[in-house]
């Protein structure tokens, strides 16, 4: 069983390797690049169908992403609340929108997206361009009135026009144009080539030998990899694991979306990639570091109705309770940190 668990994990990385070795990267470098390059440790990124990459779109995207009149009043872009400072999540427990106003979700990190099937915390946009249309018109996010508002604005900005009509051969461009902008955008977005990953690789000395016993401790005694696993340290399910669950009124999660029961209180396994950059963490920001975490797997989550029953007290040593926050610190990976903050916007 032990030995099982450790080979689809293996597995997975040996992928990630031959995507280093070049698989996925045009060999014909006179031909604009059909997808991009990814970090030791990551599979090559999947580009949807009707929403193929390109060069200028990511470029594209990228200008939306930092730009703040995407919001109501020009304060808040994408990146006040997934920031390159701050591993593309915003640092806080909750985020603060337009006029300073607080939600009740912590901002995920928008680190490896391109690996993910659903987004949001409670997985409700099924995909990358879907989400990225819900915060411009969200109140208490950038507050724009509607999306006729949002592209109106941006079509009277002579340089956005002639941007899209570059990349999508309009300058009619609509609001689905700028979410598959955006979205390329976010899947060039990567963190790989941690310390773990070179240790997959065969790097022996890139981890220390704590975390190496940590390692041994997240996939044998804590069995972390039953939710955490494969290349983005999650199998993009929902589980309750209790966070909130003691307030009169919990978030109720995944429930909202389906209705099921077993949804209640049920929230997406977050990828583990550079969390130790991301505190606060759960998807209510209540845990602040990383020994907290270990501490409330430890006694089994909290219970409540609909505990997953894989969570359970773990009774681990207080050593190996250290293992396990070096090992998540070797998650700690490069890529995103190339991307930069335009110094100048379209006019
Ligand atoms: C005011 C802060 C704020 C702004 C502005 C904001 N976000 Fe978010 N973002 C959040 C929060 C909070 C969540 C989690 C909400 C939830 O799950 O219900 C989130 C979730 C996401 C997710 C899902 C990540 C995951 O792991 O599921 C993506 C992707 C994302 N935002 C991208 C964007 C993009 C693109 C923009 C700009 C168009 C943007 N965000 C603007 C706060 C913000
Ligand atoms: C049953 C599935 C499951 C298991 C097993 C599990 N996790 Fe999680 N993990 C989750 C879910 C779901 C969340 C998000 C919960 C929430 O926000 O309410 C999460 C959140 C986290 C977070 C916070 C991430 C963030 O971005 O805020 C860390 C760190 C973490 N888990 C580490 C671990 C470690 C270490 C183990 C092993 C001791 C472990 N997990 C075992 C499902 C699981």
Same mark, same amino acid.
């Given at each position: ?188 977005? /990567?963190?790989?080539?941690? !310390?773990?990953? #070179? &240790? ?5 000395? *890139? $981890?220390?030998? +704590? ?102 007290? /773990?009774?681990?040593?207080? !050593?190996?309770? #250290? &293992? ?5 610190? *070797? $998650?700690?990976? +490069? ?13």
């Amino acid at each position: 069983m032990k030995r099982m668990r450790r080979i689809v994990l293996y597995g997975l990385l040996a992928a990630g390797a031959a995507a280093i070795a070049g698989i996925g990267i045009a060999a014909d470098d006179k031909k604009p690049s059909t997808t991009i390059p990814v970090p030791l440790g990551l599979l090559p990124v999947q580009w949807p169908e009707d929403n193929p990459y390109s060069a200028e779109k990511a470029e594209l995207g990228k200008l939306l992403y930092f730009d703040k009149r995407l919001s109501a009043d020009n304060t808040i872009s994408c990146a006040t609340c997934h920031s390159p400072a701050h591993a593309f999540a915003d640092g806080a427990p909750v985020s603060t929108g337009i006029r300073g106003q607080k939600g009740g979700r912590s901002a995920p990190t928008v680190i490896n997206r391109a690996y993910s099937l659903a987004q949001f915390w409670d997985g409700r946009a099924p995909t990358l361009e879907e989400q990225a249309k819900g915060p411009i018109t969200n109140p208490i996010e950038m507050g724009m009135k509607n999306h006729e508002e949002t592209i109106a604005k941006l079509r009277g900005i002579a340089g956005y026009r002639k941007l899209f009509a570059k990349v999508f051969g309009t300058e009619q461009f609509t609001i689905d144009h700028l979410a598959k902008a955006i979205a390329t955008f976010e899947r060039t977005v /990567l963190s790989g080539n941690s !310390a773990y990953d #070179k &240790y997959k690789a065969g790097n022996k000395k *890139a $981890l220390s030998a +704590e975390q190496i016993r940590g390692l041994d401790v997240y996939l044998n005694k804590a069995k972390c990899d039953q939710c955490h696993e494969g290349i983005n340290f999650t199998a993009n399910a929902f589980h309750n694991i209790g966070v909130g669950m003691d307030k009169p009124y919990p978030d109720v999660g995944r429930f909202a979306v389906t209705k099921k029961d077993a949804d209640w209180g049920a929230y997406k396994t977050p990828t583990l990639r550079d969390i130790a950059r991301t505190a606060p963490y759960m998807h209510d920001g209540s845990q602040k570091t990383l020994e907290e975490v270990v501490e409330f797997y430890d006694k089994g989550g909290l219970k409540n109705k609909n505990l997953d029953e894989k969570i359970k007290p /773990l009774k681990l040593t207080e !050593a190996e309770k #250290k &293992y396990l926050v070096a090992f998540m610190q *070797a $998650l700690n990976g +490069e890529g995103w940190q190339k991307i930069q903050e335009p110094t100048k916007f379209p006019e």
